[in-house]
């Protein structure tokens, strides 16, 4: 038996194997004995709690997202001195990986270039995408569907969900190509993948050229396009971004929604393939498919959690925290909190209030490009269905039912497949 299912409480959730592969046992122990809890090898507290993680997510003036992609190690550079280190996070950012990043930005500067990527996200632009997403999917079907067979993952979810952003961001089409190769080629590093230190390589930098140019390009010679709006895009005092500053903006749509979006596409086909009754309620009624994707985000969030880092003094779940304290916010855990969500490891379609996950974040640093995630998932799913008759797991690549062997992501930080394959009947066109 895992020791994470005797012992929870002795687990290093950053370390083991067992809770990388398989986490819903410990998360639902903490949740019932332990919705904050400071675990003692590293001194992380670590949140399970609903209530208890929306209370971080709306207080950015106590913890700061600096350390958001980091990991449960964080070896100040300075000494803790007073109730308030920020100001000496922000004199010692580039210490933490990703500080280029507006996922690890704090107010004020966060308010600036939150703001930025909004006007790039509106509902308009997100409706004109929708067209792109159907007609993407239908291509990448055309090339799947007749072989019986395919790997999703790599098959259709990578091209698929660069491609979606690509269009978002008005990348012209015959760069689309240069993205697929710089950013779909091959296995990248997973973040989190059992390692105690981040990673603070910044896989997304090969982009900045890229929309560097095109910036300065668009800005010395506008056009009616959607890139030309990026160049031209100011604060929200007026003032113009520098070229590099839009251009982390537009490359962070790719790191942090392309990759998440992959990873909540398999696991709602892994369980659609595993559930033929429903997959077939599915395949009859289209309007059960977003019900389907906030229940499965709510189960299985594609990021188990993040960090935060306690700027003053405060308490959470009875705990006091120190400035400099390292928080985690379970995201995959919060969602089968029994206080917010009635039976929660039920999968339930009809879940009047499945949509209250945390999967997406709250508060200041939601995230904008959830709308975009739901719809490629949606648009994905419908047109699988509608192409087809039936979706399995294939069985010679997986093993029989009761003995599944999945192709996992081993992190403390995503979850999801490196590779799941399916077997597919096409359906006959009428």
């Known amino acids: 038996?895992?020791?994470?299912?005797?012992?929870?409480?002795?687990?290093?959730?950053?370390?083991?194997?067992?809770?990388?592969?398989?986490?819903?046992?410990?998360?639902?122990?903490?949740?019932?004995?332990?919705?904050?809890?400071?675990?003692?090898?590293?001194?992380?507290?670590?949140?399970?709690?609903?209530?208890?993680?929306?209370?971080?997510?709306?207080?950015?003036?106590?913890?700061?997202?600096?350390?958001?992609?980091?990991?449960?190690?964080?070896?100040?550079?300075?000494?803790?001195?007073?109730?308030?280190?920020?100001?000496?996070?922000?004199?010692?950012?580039?210490?933490?990986?990703?500080?280029?990043?507006?996922?690890?930005?704090?107010?004020?500067?966060?308010?600036?270039?939150?703001?930025?990527?909004?006007?790039?996200?509106?509902?308009?632009?997100?409706?004109?995408?929708?067209?792109?997403?159907?007609?993407?999917?239908?291509?990448?079907?055309?090339?799947?569907?007749?072989k019986g067979e395919s790997e999703f993952i790599w098959d259709y979810c990578k091209g698929f969900t660069i491609l979606a952003v690509a269009d978002l961001l008005g990348v012209p089409v015959?760069?689309?190509?240069?993205?697929?190769?710089?950013?779909?080629?091959?296995?990248?590093?997973?973040?989190?993948?059992l390692e105690l230190q981040a990673n603070h390589h910044n896989s997304i930098e090969k982009l900045y050229g890229y929309f560097i140019a095109k910036i300065e390009e668009r800005r010395a010679e506008p056009q009616d396009d959607v890139l030309t709006g990026m160049a031209l895009a100011t604060f929200p005092e007026g003032g113009l971004p520098e070229p590099i500053e839009v251009a982390r903006i537009a490359a962070n749509m790719f790191a942090a929604g392309q990759e998440t979006t992959v990873q909540l596409m398999g696991i709602c086909f892994q369980r659609l393939a595993?559930?033929?009754?429903?997959?077939?309620?599915?395949?009859?009624?289209?309007?059960?498919?977003?019900?389907?994707?906030?229940?499965?985000?709510?189960?299985?969030?594609?990021?188990?959690?993040?960090?935060?880092?306690?700027?003053?003094?405060?308490?959470?779940?009875?705990?006091?925290?120190?400035?400099?304290?390292?928080?985690m916010l379970l995201h995959g855990a919060s969602g089968r909190d029994g206080r917010v969500f009635q039976d929660p490891a039920t999968f339930d379609t009809e879940r009047p209030n499945a949509r209250q996950h945390l999967a997406f974040g709250r508060g200041i640093h939601t995230c904008p490009g959830a709308p975009l995630a739901r719809a490629e998932a949606v648009f994905t799913i419908q047109r699988f269905l509608e192409r087809t008759t039936s979706i399995t797991i294939d069985e010679r690549k997986h093993g029989a039912v009761d003995e599944r062997e999945w192709n996992l992501i081993r992190s403390y930080k995503f979850r999801g497949h490196t590779h799941l394959y399916l077997k597919h009947d096409e359906a006959v066109a009428s």
């Open 174 to 193: 015959e760069d689309h190509g240069f993205l697929l190769d710089t950013l779909a080629a091959e296995p990248g590093p997973v973040l989190g993948n």
């Open 274 to 327: 595993e559930d033929a009754e429903l997959q077939e309620r599915l395949r009859n009624d289209f309007t059960l498919i977003p019900k389907f994707i906030e229940e499965t985000l709510r189960v299985e969030a594609p990021i188990k959690g993040s960090f935060r880092l306690v700027k003053r003094p405060t308490e959470i779940g009875g705990l006091e925290l120190a400035p400099g304290t390292v928080v």
């Open 1 to 146: 038996m895992s020791t994470a299912l005797t012992n929870p409480t002795d687990i290093d959730f950053f370390t083991d194997q067992d809770v990388a592969a398989k986490a819903e046992p410990w998360f639902d122990h903490m949740l019932a004995n332990h919705p904050v809890f400071r675990e003692p090898k590293y001194g992380v507290v670590i949140v399970t709690g609903y209530e208890e993680a929306l209370q971080v997510y709306h207080q950015p003036e106590v913890y700061s997202s600096i350390n958001r992609t980091g990991g449960p190690v964080v070896d100040l550079p300075f000494e803790v001195v007073g109730d308030d280190i920020s100001e000496l996070l922000e004199q010692h950012r580039s210490f933490f990986p990703q500080n280029d990043q507006i996922v690890t930005f704090d107010p004020p500067i966060h308010t600036d270039h939150r703001a930025i990527l909004m006007g790039l996200i509106t509902p308009k632009r997100l409706k004109e995408n929708e067209q792109f997403l159907k007609d993407t999917a239908d291509r990448y079907l055309d090339g799947i569907l007749p």
